[in-house]
C-alpha cells in the first residue's frame, strides 16, 4: 500500500491528540476523530455535522461541499485514508503483530491467544468481529502506545481480501486455524479457500513472518509445503491436552491447541497458559452452554458454514443426555450454487446421528425441508410465534446459524 505521506502525517498529528476513531454518527465517542465512510446504501458525509455536533473533535470527509469549517478535513477518499492511516500507526508503534483467520473457531483462537500472551505482554486485540476492510484499521487505531503485542482477526469471502488486510496490518506472525467450506460462493469453491486463506502464508513468506499451523490439517501442511520459503511451525491437537474449559464442543480443542502452541512459542509459562485458557468464559453465542428454567442451551449462533455446523452437530449428537435433544438451526449464507447441496447435507447428518426433533430457519432449510414434515420457518418471527404456541421444556438444545438469522432472538422463550 501506498501512503500518501503529507495529508496522512497531518492526520496523525490530530490523531495523536484525540486517539479515538468514530465511524458512526448514531455512537460518537467524545473527543474522536469521525471518517464519514461510504457504503452501498448510505453517505457518512451526510453525518458529519451530526457527529461534531455529538462530541466528536474533527470529521474527515470525502465530498468538499460539507466542509464548512476548520473542523473538516478533506481527503479524496474517507475508507482508504482510514486504512493508511491505521498503517502509518501500525508503523510508528513497531510492535509484534499476529494475524488470525480460518473458515472457523477464528474469534474463539483470539480469545484464548490473547488471555495467553497477556502473561507476558500487554496486548491488544480484535474486539468483536471487526475484522474486514474497515475492522482491521479500527483495531490497529485502537492500538495504545503501551501496546507490545497485537492480535488481529481478518475474515474474508473473496480472494483478495486477506491480501488487503496483510498490506494494512503488516503482520510478523500468522495463524489458520482450518480450511473450510465457508463462502463459498465468494471464493468460488472449496480451491477458491484455500487460495483466499492462503494469501496470509503468502504476505509470511515474502517478509520473512512465521506461521503457526495444525500438523493434523492435510490442506493446512500442504499449503505449507507449497511454500518452501515460509517458516511454519507446526503444533498438533494433543497440544490441547487435558486442558481445563468452559468451551462447548469437542472441535474447540483445535482452538486450545493453538492457543497453547502459541504460549509455548512465546516462552508464557505452561502453568500460566492452562490458567488462562480455563479463565475464558464465552459470551459472545459461541460454544456457550446456557442453562434456563426449562431447558440447556448450546449457543453456537453467531456464525455458520457447512463445516462448522457439521462439527456441532457431531458434537451434539455424542453428547451424553437422558433428556429429549432437539435443533434450531439457521441457514447457512454465502454458498452460491453450493447451498442446496449443504443444507440438504444438513438434514442428512441428522437423520443419520437420530436427532429427529428439528426447527429450521430460513429460505434455504425451508427448501430443503419441502415434503419431509420437519417444521421450517422464513424468519424468527415466525418461529418465536410458533414457539409461544408450542413451548420447549426439558430438553437439550443445540441452537445453531448465519449470524444475519439471528436465532438468538428466540433464547427468551426457551
Known amino acids: 500500500m501506498t501512503l500518501n505521506t503529507n495529508p496522512v502525517t497531518d492526520l496523525y ?12 454518527s448514531r455512537n460518537v465517542a467524545p473527543d474522536s476523530i469521525f471518517f464519514a465512510l461510504r457504503g452501498a ?65 477464528k474469534t474463539t483462537t483470539k480469545e484464548l491467544a490473547a488471555r495467553v500472551l497477556a502473561c507476558n505482554y500487554n496486548v491488544s486485540v480484535t474486539r468483536g468481529n471487526l475484522n474486514n476492510h474497515i475492522g482491521v484499521p479500527l483495531t490497529l487505531l485502537a492500538m495504545k502506545r503501551d501496546t507490545e503485542f497485537g492480535i488481529v482477526e481478518m475474515g474474508a469471502s473473496h480472494c483478495g481480501e486477506i491480501e488487503q488486510l496483510c498490506s494494512i496490518a503488516q503482520p510478523d506472525f500468522g495463524l489458520i486455524t482450518n480450511i473450510g467450506r465457508a463462502h463459498l460462493e465468494g471464493f468460488g469453491g472449496p480451491e477458491g479457500v484455500m487460495r483466499g486463506k492462503g494469501e496470509l502464508y503468502d504476505y ?15 490442506e493446512l501442511s500442504e499449503m505449507v509445503r507449497q511454500r518452501p520459503q515460509l517458516q511454519a511451525v507446526a503444533y498438533s491437537v494433543r497440544d490441547a491436552g487435558q486442558i481445563k474449559n468452559h468451551l462447548v464442543g469437542d472441535y474447540n480443542r483445535y482452538n486450545i491447541a493453538a492457543a497453547a502452541a502459541l504460549g509455548r512459542y512465546f516462552e508464557v509459562d505452561p502453568a500460566a497458559v492452562v490458567a488462562a485458557i480455563g479463565s475464558y468464559e464465552p459470551d459472545n ?15 453456537d449462533c453467531y456464525n ?9 452437530i457431531e458434537n451434539f449428537a455424542q453428547e451424553a443426555e437422558t433428556r429429549p435433544k432437539a435443533v434450531i438451526l439457521g441457514d447457512m449464507l454465502e454458498l452460491g450454487r453450493y447451498a442446496s447441496d449443504e443444507h440438504l447435507a444438513v438434514l442428512q447428518q441428522l437423520a443419520e446421528n437420530r436427532i429427529r426433533e428439528q426447527y429450521l430457519v430460513g429460505a434455504n432449510f425451508m427448501a430443503a425441508a419441502e415434503a419431509t414434515g420437519i417444521p421450517a420457518f422464513p424468519n424468527c418471527e415466525a418461529l418465536r410465534a ?3 404456541e408450542h413451548p420447549l421444556s426439558d430438553r437439550l438444545i443445540l441452537i445453531k446459524g ?12 426457551l
Do not use: C, W
Not at 448465519?402 to 422463550?413: A, K, Q
Open 13 to 24: 498529528n490530530l490523531f495523536t491528540k484525540h486517539p479515538r476513531i468514530s465511524t458512526d
Open 41 to 105: 446504501s448510505f453517505d457518512g458525509n451526510r453525518f458529519a455535522a451530526a457527529a461534531l455536533e455529538q462530541g466528536a473533535a474533527y470529521a474527515v470527509v470525502d465530498d468538499p461541499t460539507v466542509a464548512v469549517s476548520d473542523r473538516y478535513r478533506v481527503v479524496d477518499d474517507t475508507l482508504a485514508t482510514l486504512q493508511h492511516l491505521a498503517l502509518y500507526h501500525r508503523r510508528v508503534l513497531g510492535i509484534p503483530i499476529l494475524a488470525i483467520t480460518g473458515s472457523n473457531g
Open 204 to 218: 509470511l513468506a515474502a517478509h520473512h513472518g512465521v506461521a503457526f499451523y495444525l500438523a493434523e490439517s492435510s
Open 285 to 299: 453465542h459461541r460454544s456457550q452452554r446456557m442453562e434456563t428454567r426449562q431447558n440447556t442451551l448450546i449457543l
Open 304 to 312: 455458520a458454514n457447512p463445516s462448522s455446523m457439521h462439527a456441532a
Open 386 to 388: 410458533y414457539l409461544v
Open 402 to 413: 448465519s449470524h444475519s438469522i439471528g436465532l438468538e432472538r428466540v433464547v427468551d422463550l
